[in-house]
């Protein structure tokens, strides 16, 4: 490393100590990187706890597991790698270590959030729980359930194979109901009222190229090549269409299908119904006869919602 190189490291730890040193007085959020997973001794003799262990411009910090967020996590592996905000709760002047508290910043985040935030803004949130229907974030402090209907416009069977736990993604904010405050339920207009935290519905598929604009290409009762992208044993085979990424049809497995079909090749996917209204298709994989059979030429029919 160059003479130059060390003078700017130093003195962009310098700039980083600083700011630890200004946002222990001020109670400043800050974010930085979690590099590790470390068991700190905090006092003498007591039991060690499970940390991140955090880099703040190559200054290093400590998030205890219970000072993270109040949601239970089963594990820290996922968060390496993963940004977090944090307010610092103590520092070590000797040592230019500090100890981060997530949850006072997360609490001063959303002291704030309903002041600034709007309808239609768009927000990185982050992911602190996924099922296969649902992910849990927060945004800016503030708890909210994305279905995986709003996730993509395209299906997904398990979110937990397209997100996982400490991921940011990009929302859009569709309903922001105050804390304590009355709303209704976009399904059946049935009333609620928002708890302490208040009540965010979001969407990250608002945000996303709809593959289903590329349709006006394909045609009814005509063939196209397209690629397996995923086989699953109860619900079919996946087929995006070639130069149309992201428009996927689900389709049953063809009679007698060949065990060597697999994610990545491609295949003859022939369109028999496009439903513009219910933007469904019905379409059947159409396999060379060699693959099925000298007398067998018949196919099932799937729909792609």
């Known amino acids: 490393m160059s003479l130059e190189s060390v003078e700017f490291e130093i003195s962009r730890q310098a700039r980083a100590w600083a700011d630890i040193k200004e946002a222990f007085k001020s109670k400043k959020v800050l974010v930085a990187t979690a590099i590790g997973i470390e068991e700190i001794e905090f006092q003498k003799g007591a039991k060690p706890k499970e940390c991140l262990k955090l880099s703040y411009d190559g200054i290093f910090g400590y998030l205890p597991k219970d000072f993270i ?4 996590f089963k594990g820290l592996t996922f968060f390496i790698g993963k940004q977090f905000e944090f307010t610092v709760e103590h520092i070590d002047l000797d040592t230019q270590i500090f100890l981060a508290n997530r949850i006072e910043a997360l609490k001063s985040l959303s002291q704030r959030f309903f002041n600034k935030a709007a309808e239609n803004d768009i927000y990185n949130a982050f992911v602190r729980g996924v099922d296969p229907f649902n992910l849990y974030l927060l945004i800016d402090g ?6 995986r209907t709003q996730f993509s416009h395209t299906y997904i069977e398990d979110l937990r194979e397209e997100v996982e736990i400490g991921d940011r993604i990009q929302v859009l904010l569709k309903k ?6 009355p709303y209704q339920l976009k399904e059946n207009g049935k009333e609620r009222v928002a708890g302490e935290s ?10 996303k190229h709809d593959p289903w604009t590329q349709i006006i290409s394909f045609k009814e009762k005509s063939m196209y090549l397209g690629k397996i992208i995923r086989i699953h044993p109860d619900y079919g ?10 428009l996927t ?21 022939k369109i028999t119904k496009i439903d513009h209204q219910e933007r469904k298709i019905t379409a059947l994989i159409i396999l060379p006869k060699r693959a099925v059979g000298k007398n067998n030429t018949s196919f ?3 729909s792609f919602r």
Not at 176 to 181: E, G, H
């Open 69 to 72: 967020d109040n949601y239970t």
């Open 237 to 246: 085979i996946f087929v995006e269409l070639a130069e149309a990424p992201g």
């Open 176 to 181: 922001i109901v105050k804390p304590n405050q």
């Open 300 to 302: 099932r029919r799937s």
């Open 142 to 147: 503030i708890p909210a359930t994305l279905h």
């Open 249 to 269: 049809i689900r389709c049953n497995f063809p009679p007698n299908c060949p065990d060597t079909l697999k994610i990545g090749e491609a295949v003859n996917v």
């Open 198 to 207: 208040g009540y965010l519905e979001v969407s990250a598929k608002e945000l």
